[in-house]
Nanobody
């Protein structure tokens, strides 16, 4: 049974930082591209960042220079380091594992910006 479990969300002030983690189990982690998505209230889910099994990364324009995605293929975990957070970053953040055959989603972790 595949499970993706996100952690690290919370309440943070604008300009602050958070580090999200998503631990995967039940799959061959290195064979999956890992992605972070987010969904703000009343908005569609949008992709934030992607990292392939061999570490190639890609970011949405709205997080370039602020967020960093990384992965540990021994711990089966993908991370999202979020710096210089803005009120517009408030959302539920989801991780996704995908390849040509399958996709799996986590349950999400809430990130809230509040002054």
């Amino acid at each position: 049974q595949v499970q993706l479990v996100e952690s690290g969300g919370g309440l943070v002030q604008p300009g602050g930082s958070l580090r999200l983690a998503c631990e995967a189990s039940g799959l061959r982690f290195i064979f999956y591209a890992m992605e972070w998505y987010r969904q703000a209230p009343g908005k569609q889910r949008e992709k934030v960042a992607r990292i392939t099994g061999n570490g190639i990364t890609k970011y949405a324009d709205f997080v370039k220079g602020r967020f960093t995605i990384s992965r540990d293929n021994v711990k089966n975990t993908v991370y999202l380091q979020m710096n210089s957070l803005e009120p517009e970053d408030t959302a539920v953040y989801y991780c996704r594992a995908g390849n040509n055959l399958n996709e799996h989603w986590g349950q999400g972790t809430q990130v809230t910006l509040s002054s």
